[in-house]
Structures are given as structure tokens and as C-alpha cells.
């Protein structure tokens, strides 16, 4: 993590003494919070993230900021303070009121924000198995929910295997997603990954692939998929905010096919994308 934090209106020391017991929120995971890359100084797809984190919060009747350029003018602060222009910007908006254990707060909600600098994911990534570890049926299903910590243990576990990340399955024994990422396949021209009705998170890079980011020959859509159709497709590949889209080599000690280009060809999509996004921000910027 880097030097300097936000909190709320204030870019402090990362190891300032600014928290309170008594944020409801801070005990009890009650807050949204979102993963952004930054880009040569921007804040990469910031209006996907907001939109998400304002839909969550909704749900998790966590109180929001009414308005993107809150966050957003408050982000590009602690970005210029720690010099993060290439980073991961980590955001959280934290419930401050409710329930027994309630302490004296001036605000309904907090704003805290780090970053640090881009992890090295390697070249591909091997994947571990969970079952049972989404319920699809909960109405809260896909929500980025600050209490986070049953991903983190199941995460831990895996990398005490020497898998670098999880499958998750749902209650009837289908792929959802990693404990971080989305989960993709391709079958000769025709990539897939789960529906949110299995219970994973409407991640930012799951939405650019199967809506904005286009490569020529491919196609992007949902299914249901089975860890039989993981070990039978072209290719396999994890997306997330700081993965791009990383591919998978092995589940669980079976080698996985590697004979597919769909992954290839939508990477590089992406990568324009990313890079057109970054040249229209900075020339939206005040000079």
C-alpha cells in the first residue's frame, strides 16, 4: 500500500488513527467497495464502477454519494498525492449507523480509499475448486459486499495448494466465478461464461467483454457451465479489473486444452479499448 490514504474529504497517512469502533459498518462488513485500475493517471471504466457500488449500496442500504464526481474528483486527489498514475485504487464506502453496537458518528457514511502498486499475475494462472460457495437464490447474490472474508480464507487455502485462484460453485454444482475474478471459456469462435443468475459479480471487465469491447470473428455471451465444459473448451480464462484476461493452464491438477485464439484476439480488443479510453479522459482533462 501506498503512503497516503483518503479519508472521506482528507488525503492522511496511511497510518493515521482515524476509524471508530463504534462505525457499525467497520464490525460487521457492512459497505461497498470496488477495485479500479489506474491508467496513466485515470481512473479506468470509474463510471461501470460508481453505477456498481451505487446499485450494491442501494441493495445493502448503505447511504451513497448522490452524484459520480464526489468520488471521482475525491479519487484523483490521493492518485496526484501518491503519485499512482499507474496503480490499483482500491475504493470503499463504509455504513457508519445501525444496530446495537452503534457509536457516536458525524456522518451516515465514510469514504476511504489506497492504492498500490499493479501486481505481477504472471503469464497464466492454475485454479482450485470450492463447491458450494454461492448460493445464486440469495436476492443479495453478485452484490461486492464489504465482509469479504469467506473469499479470502478460501483464497488462502488455495495458495497453501499452490493454486493461484478458486472456482466457486453454486448450490447445484455450477461454475459462478473466482473469489476475484470472472470465469470464461471459448469454443472456437464463441466465448461463454456464466450468467449472474449463478450467482456471480457483474464484474467491469465481464461487462466490457460481452458488451463495448469487439473483436473481429468473436463472439461473447452467457451460459451455464459445468466444470466438464471448463476441461472440454479451447481455452479458459480469468478477467478482472487488474487481470485483463488471464489464462488458465490447470484446475485442480488436470491440464487444461491451451488450442484456442479467441482469448488472444479479445485481449488485444481489450487493450485498445483500455488505451482509447485513457486518450479520451486526459482529453476531457482541464489544462
Not at 459520480?68 to 479519487?75: A, H, T, V, W
Not at 497464466?124 to 469467506?150: D, Y
Not at 479489473?241 to 488471464?246: F, S
Request: proline content about 3%; charged content about 25%.
Amino acid at each position: 500500500m501506498h503512503r497516503f490514504v483518503l479519508h472521506n474529504d482528507e488525503i492522511r497517512e496511511a497510518s493515521a488513527k482515524v476509524l471508530s469502533p463504534g462505525q457499525v459498518g467497520l464490525l460487521s462488513g457492512w459497505g461497498v467497495f470496488s477495485t479500479i485500475r489506474v491508467a496513466a493517471g485515470v481512473l479506468f471504466a470509474f463510471e461501470r464502477h460508481w453505477e456498481r457500488m451505487r446499485r450494491d449500496a442501494a441493495a445493502l442500504r448503505v447511504p451513497f454519494p448522490d452524484a459520480p464526481d464526489y468520488i471521482r474528483s475525491r479519487l484523483g486527489r490521493l492518485v496526484e498525492a501518491n503519485q499512482a498514475h499507474d496503480a490499483t485504487l482500491r475504493v470503499v464506502v463504509v455504513r457508519n449507523g445501525g444496530g446495537t453496537w452503534e457509536g457516536p458518528n458525524e456522518r451516515d457514511f465514510d469514504l476511504i480509499a489506497l492504492t498500490a502498486g499493479l501486481t505481477d499475475w504472471g503469464q497464466a494462472v492454475t485454479l482450485a475448486v470450492r463447491e458450494n460457495a454461492r448460493h445464486s437464490a440469495c436476492v443479495l447474490a453478485g452484490a461486492k459486499v464489504l465482509s469479504w472474508a469467506f473469499n479470502l480464507t478460501w483464497l488462502e487455502e488455495a495458495q497453501a495448494r499452490g493454486f493461484g485462484e478458486v472456482i466457486l460453485l453454486d448450490e447445484r454444482g455450477e461454475v459462478s466465478e473466482c473469489t476475484s475474478a470472472n470465469i470464461f471459456i471459448s469454443q472456437g469462435n464463441q466465448v461463454w461464461t456464466p450468467p449472474l443468475s449463478a450467482g456471480c459479480l457483474p464484474g467491469v471487465t465481464r461487462e466490457l467483454l460481452l458488451g463495448e469491447v469487439r473483436a473481429a470473428g468473436v463472439s461473447a455471451g452467457e451460459r451455464s457451465l459445468s466444470l466438464q465444459d471448463l476441461e472440454e473448451a479451447d481455452e479458459v480464462f480469468i478477467t478482472s479489473t487488474t487481470r485483463d484476461l488471464l489464462p488458465v493452464t490447470l484446475i485442480e491438477g488436470r491440464a487444461l486444452q491451451r488450442s484456442g485464439w479467441a482469448r488472444s484476439l479479445l485481449a488485444q480488443a481489450y487493450n485498445r479499448y483500455l488505451e482509447d479510453y485513457v486518450a479520451r479522459s486526459r482529453h476531457r482533462l482541464p489544462s
